[in-house]
């Protein structure tokens, strides 16, 4: 590569927001070492009224790890995003022993207000969490006040549960019976293999 790729590459906002999200999927102990060519699912939206106060229960409550927060980045995309009176709060899973990936980030988003994704908030979102061991999860989270709609309870998929967030978004946690989880593509020293059956 020329130093003038480099360069280009140095100064590229959007570069540097990517590099600082991969920088924290690697302090998990997961994704690719370098921005070679992959394809694969790195973020959902999570629409919420108040991004500081879901950050504070999904990081605090359910025991995710920070990713990425514009609002106390120096990166100059950052920078632009908070001149645009946006904010980008990035949280994920914490990695198991195993160093298991356990999905794309969450991106927590605070919609317009009247618009349709402000009035999705509150609704059942379609994001699944899966665990080694639900009835685990289901007491440590209830004990620490997290809301279960549904109790973990079996289903033709394995054993699902339904809590709730901060704003009444629903999510499941589930312990699959039959579920693939594939591993992230790897390069260097790190975990490599095709997948994981649960």
């Not at 280009?8 to 070679?36: F, N, Y």
């Not at 080694?132 to 279960?148: L, M, N, P, Q, T």
């Not at 339904?162 to 693939?180: I, K, Q």
Request: include cysteine; proline fraction near 6%; glycine fraction near 10%.
């Amino acid at each position: 590569m020329s130093s003038e790729e480099d360069k280009s590459r140095i100064q590229d906002p959007e570069r540097q927001i990517i590099e600082k999200w991969l920088d924290g999927l690697r302090g998990l102990g997961v994704g690719p070492a370098t921005l070679e060519p992959y394809l694969w699912v790195s973020s959902v939206e999570v629409y919420v009224r108040d991004q500081t106060l879901s950050r504070q229960f999904y990081l605090d409550t359910l025991g995710f790890k920070l990713l990425f927060d514009s609002d106390e980045s120096l990166e100059e995309g950052a920078h632009r995003l908070r001149e645009t009176g946006q904010r980008w709060v990035a949280i994920a899973p914490m990695v198991s022993a195993s160093h298991m990936f356990m999905g794309a980030a969450l991106i927590l988003t605070k919609p317009v207000k009247g618009s349709e994704q402000a009035r999705r908030i509150g609704a059942r979102i379609g994001i699944s969490f899966l665990t080694e061991d639900i009835a685990a999860k289901y007491k440590e989270w209830s004990e620490r006040g997290v809301h279960f709609e549904q109790a973990p309870t079996p289903v033709p998929w394995g054993i699902q549960g339904v809590f709730a967030d901060l704003d009444g978004n629903r999510l499941d946690c589930r312990r699959a019976g039959l579920a693939v989880v594939f591993l992230p593509p790897v390069r260097g020293p790190a975990l490599r293999g095709p997948s994981r059956f649960l």
